[in-house]
């Protein structure tokens, strides 16, 4: 089963404007992560705010994350035809009482950067 | 080597064959996992592994799936009598994590991608 829904499903924008993806969840996480994923490639991971954090930066990515509304942002700012990818949210809720851990994805947002 | 590795990267299978998908995870990392990946979908949990021992196993979809890391290392998915429902691409990731303590990230592999004829 998939706890996360990206919004939009696709989105194709022209380089260098900035692509904001948003990502709901439904059951309370410890953490956040945000991956991207090529066509026929596997994902990398871009991105983890924790629980308690509410924005976080890395280069030209900024991630919100409001608890309250099981909700999360992805702000890619002056895209670049090489930012064309598919990008997931994945949340994460470890049990303390085991040693289980798996990270629930979401269907992703497909974004086109047209140069 | 320097990610993950998994092979064979493609694989053509006709229904009702045995199919067996390697992967090696980055030197040293103890948390392994399988996701299996439909065309348009994101990732779904199949299995994790923390070193030899297989801690959760409750995302295979049947008991023809049966994945092992017999010595905490490389790991195997194996599926048997292959359905053509089977078709996705079976991507592993590795985490130098324990499953149960502070998350991290997962480095993933290229993924095998499996057609079922």
């Known amino acids: 089963s998939q706890q996360g829904e990206e919004d939009p499903q696709a989105l194709s924008i022209q380089e260098g404007e900035n692509a904001t993806m948003n990502c709901s969840y439904k059951t309370s996480i410890n953490n956040l992560q945000w991956y991207r994923q090529n066509s026929g490639r596997g994902l990398v991971h871009l991105i983890l705010?924790?629980?308690n954090e509410r924005e976080k930066h890395s280069g030209r990515l900024r991630v919100t994350l409001d608890t309250s509304k099981k909700s999360s942002s992805l702000l890619i700012t002056a895209s670049r035809a090489a930012d064309t990818a598919s990008y997931f949210c994945?949340?994460?809720?470890?049990?303390?009482?085991?040693?289980?851990?798996?990270?629930?994805w979401g269907l992703g947002t497909s974004l086109a950067v047209n140069p | 080597g320097a990610g993950v590795s998994q092979s064979p990267r493609y694989k053509v299978a006709k229904r009702g064959q045995d199919v067996a998908l390697r992967c090696d995870p980055i030197?040293?990392?103890?948390?392994l996992f399988w996701y299996q990946q439909a065309l348009g979908q994101g990732p779904e949990f199949l299995t994790y592994f923390q070193n030899e021992a297989q801690l959760d196993k409750s995302g295979l979809p049947s008991d023809r799936f049966f994945a092992e890391r017999p010595e905490g290392s490389v790991s195997t998915l194996k599926i048997q009598r292959t359905q053509q429902e089977d078709s996705a691409v079976y991507l592993c990731a590795s985490s130098h994590n324990r499953g149960g303590r502070v998350p991290g990230e997962l480095f993933f592999g290229e993924g095998s991608r499996l057609t079922v004829l």
């Open positions: 705010i924790r629980s």
């Open positions: 030197s040293g990392h103890v948390s």
């Open positions: 994945a949340t994460d809720k470890w049990h303390w009482t085991g040693n289980n851990r798996k990270l629930i």
